[in-house]
């Protein structure tokens, strides 16, 4: 799939494990990615991973919870390339924690990472795709959003809000020709699956209870999850807005 050439795509927690697959999706449709993420290291990482076609890739180091930040950057980002085509909001963080005993300030933490930063970045990006005739932004929420997860409750709380969100900013800006999606990734095997689990006999444990749970037997990889945001940020899917499409080996199933 080349036509992606040339776009211009956000991608927000860039340099992570599913963040990296989507980068090296697009890069490899075409595009040119602006790869958002807060750990500067792990961005130059990705620049090395990405060669020869890192030229292809502007790295931008920025919390996606600084909203004065993030409409500053995305503006001298939109100035200097000519515009944003798309925008993957994916940077995502959690803590395995049963509600009754996390805290005010780790709700804070989780919802300020996990909702707050997505609603920065579509407050930036979306004044100017309105103003270049439109866009698209696939949002990666979690199944969680969908069905609930133990020890995830305002992760859950955030996931399910960016599912709610997502079908809003579709409505209020089809009129606009921004087309608005989001992916739930299932278990998918990254870093933030390994803070959930841990590499111990716990991890263990629970990765091998997924797999069995999961009617496709395996645990989501990264490149699982970013075949279908390329797709939906492509003309290809040009009559698809509003959707919530779950990429999780069919463990959840939704009508
Ligand atoms: N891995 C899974 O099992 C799974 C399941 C469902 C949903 N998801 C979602 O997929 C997305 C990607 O997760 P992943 O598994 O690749 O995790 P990951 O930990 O590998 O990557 C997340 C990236 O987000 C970046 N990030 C975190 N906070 C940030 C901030 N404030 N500003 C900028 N960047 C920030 C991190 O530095 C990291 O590079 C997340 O939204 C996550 O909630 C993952």
Redesign the pocket.
Known sequence: MRDLDNKVVVV?????????AICRRFVDAGARVVA????ED?LQRLAEALRPLNAQLALLP????NHERVVSRIGSIAESLGGIDALV??????LPVQFLESSPEFWNKVI???LV?PLNLHHAVLPHMISRGGGMVVN?????GRVGSSGEAV?SAC?GGIIAFTKTIARECANHNIRVNTV??????????Q??GGDGEYGKKLYEGLKRAIPLKR??K?ED?AGIVVFLSSPEAGFITGQTISVSGGLTMHG
């Open positions: 927000t927690g860039a340099a992570g494990g599913i963040g990296t958002v993420d807060k750990d792990a920025l919390d996606i919870t909001n994916n940077a995502g963080w959690d300020a990472i996990n930063g990666i929420a979690s199944d969680a992760y996931k739930c990734p299932g278990p998918t095997d990254t870093a933030l699956l803070l959930f645990l989501g990264p999850v």
